[in-house]
């Protein structure tokens, strides 16, 4: 499995914006579909964005579309995830997650957590309001 490790999370004010990044390890990183979660205290953790092993297919919970971007950079083994208009309710603890993609299907972006099988410690992102 690869191994993942997140950085970038901060205390930021509403509005403002960070970049959240997840170095894998091995030489297998563009083999895996990538998404990144959140987990708020109290709650579930949830689906945040996901991008796919091959094409680079994206995919984003309605409560981020247009405001954040998740991307890969293969050459460095890094997942990033670009957010923007930041918000109280973003305030979580995020987490990267891999996923080899079933057989037949590399373009394919999970999203369900039971489905990932790597996982990082997490980053905090706290939006003061």
């Known amino acids: 499995q690869v191994q993942l490790v997140e950085s970038g999370g901060g205390l930021v004010q509403a509005g403002g914006s960070l970049r959240l990044s997840c170095a894998a390890s091995g030489r297998t990183f563009s083999r895996y579909a990538m998404a990144w979660f959140r987990q708020a205290p109290g709650k579930e953790r949830e689906f945040v964005a996901g991008i796919s092993a091959i094409g680079g297919s994206t995919y984003y919970a309605d409560s981020v579309k247009g405001r954040f971007t998740i991307s890969r950079d293969n050459a460095k083994n890094t997942l990033y995830l670009q957010m923007n208009s930041l918000k109280f309710e973003d305030t979580a603890v995020y987490y990267c997650?891999?996923?080899?993609?079933?057989?037949?299907?590399?373009?394919?972006?999970?999203?369900?957590?039971?489905?990932?099988?790597?996982w990082g410690h997490g980053t905090q992102v706290t939006v003061s309001s």
């Open positions: 997650a891999a996923k080899l993609p079933p057989l037949g299907a590399p373009y394919s972006i999970p999203t369900a957590r039971a489905d990932f099988g790597s």
